[in-house]
């Protein structure tokens, strides 16, 4: 049975950097059993229905300015898979899950910054989804959920965000300490992801110490990924954490295996 994952995407420079956090990555890439193909919730696509690729080539988007211009020549030429994702609309209609079909649209950075880390040949099959913030976490929770079935046909099923995302508390400078709050957070976090305390989780925003901080309410959308790989798991409840560590000094950088 593949295992869903939940993979921080962290900043996009990340593609063109080696150190603890992409090595880890590399080496995931190599231990995972090979992937029949990899369906990819990413935090830089978000819709209120939500999308299923139907793509047969992806195009490489650079949804991000001021960084390295050498970012802006990467390619990552990954082909869908039209099984898949008539695989994952008959799954949607089965478990009443409402969707849309996206023909055209390319992989952003949240999906290619890790795809090319974890199979820098882009030889495995994608299928992009995106994700919805307006709905609550049982709800992207129930949309995971609906794909488990996909597991057991060797399918990779990741969400790709960050627990601990807040542009507006990073410190660039990086001097190698790591925020208190962020921490809090993501123990607290780790804590309830181990003991599968969906109740717990669901209610994250006023339970979680540091929640508006870590998560605040204008950047949900990298937290929520966690959410539709957590629930494409349910039929395990098995949580187990594979990195993690920080930039900037609140920046989580964590993998996270469900199943």
């Known amino acids: 049975m593949m295992p869903s994952l939940f993979i921080a995407h962290g900043a996009p420079l990340l593609a063109i950097e080696n150190n603890e956090y992409t090595l880890f990555l590399n080496q995931l890439g190599h231990s995972l059993p090979r992937p029949k193909a990899i369906v990819l919730f990413s935090a830089h696509w978000e819709s209120k229905t939500q999308k299923v690729s139907e793509v047969d080539q992806y195009d490489t988007i650079y949804d991000f300015g001021g960084f390295d211009p050498s970012l802006y020549t990467i390619k990552y030429p990954a082909k869908g898979s039209q099984e898949i994702s008539n695989e994952i ?7 009443g899950i409402p969707f849309d079909v996206e023909t055209k649209r390319g ?5 290619w910054v890790v795809l090319r880390l974890l199979y820098p040949e882009a030889d495995v099959p994608v299928i992009a989804m995106s994700v919805n913030p307006n709905l609550t976490p049982e709800e992207q929770y129930k949309v995971g959920k ?3 079935r996909l597991r057991a046909n060797d399918v990779l099923i990741i969400g790709s965000g960050g627990t601990v995302h807040n542009l507006r508390a990073v410190n660039f400078a990086d001097n190698g300490k790591i ?3 962020a921490l809090e957070f993501d123990d607290w976090l780790a804590h309830h992801l181990h003991t ?3 109740d717990s989780l669901f209610k994250y925003d006023t339970l979680a110490p540091n929640a508006q901080y870590a998560v605040p309410p204008y950047g949900n959308e990298h937290f929520i990924p966690i959410f539709y790989a957590m629930g494409a798991a349910d039929d395990s409840k098995t949580a187990k954490l594979l990195h993690r560590s ?3 000094g609140n920046l989580s950088h964590s993998v996270w295996q469900f199943g």
């Open 179 to 181: 925020d208190q709050w």
């Open 196 to 198: 599968w305390d969906t």
């Open 107 to 111: 992989l952003d950075h949240g999906a």
């Open 146 to 148: 609906s794909l488990t």
């Open 89 to 95: 609309i008959d799954l949607f209609k089965e478990n």
């Open 246 to 248: 920080f930039r900037y």
